[in-house]
Nanobody
Framework: QVQLVESGGGLVQAGGSLRLSCATSGRVFSVAAMGWYRQAPGKQRELVAAEASGGSTNYGDLMKGRFTLSRDNAKNTVFLQMNSLEPEDTAVYYC????????????WGQGTQVTVSS
């Protein structure tokens, strides 16, 4: 069973910053493409940032220039640094991992709430 353990959500004022963390086992982390998605009330889940082939990262259009995805291989952890947060960023953020053996090897964290006050 693959577990993704998220932390770092909370309440922040507009213009502030938060850093989300997602840890998993080394066996998974070494082969997985990691990322973050979010879902606001009444909206569909959307891409925040995700590792892509060749070491690149895909970002959602609204996150470009404000959010940064990074990984620490020694800690088996991926981070999402979120700057210049806006009330529209309020959502549950989900860590995501997909392994290179097919779509059935896709996993989600339990979600962490991020609330940005105006």
């Amino acid at each position: 069973q693959v577990q993704l353990v998220e932390s770092g959500g909370g309440l922040v004022q507009a213009g502030g910053s938060l850093r989300l963390s997602c840890a998993t086992s080394g066996r998974v982390f070494s082969v997985a493409a990691m990322g973050w998605y979010r879902q606001a009330p009444g909206k569909q889940r959307e891409l925040v940032a995700a590792e892509a082939s060749g070491g690149s990262t895909n970002y959602g259009d609204l996150m470009k220039g404000r959010f940064t995805l990074s990984r620490d291989n020694a800690k088996n952890t991926v981070f999402l640094q979120m700057n210049s947060l806006e009330p529209e960023d309020t959502a549950v953020y989900y860590c995501h991992a997909i392994l290179p053996w097919g779509a059935e090897y896709e996993y989600w964290g339990q979600g962490t709430q991020v609330t940005v006050s105006s």
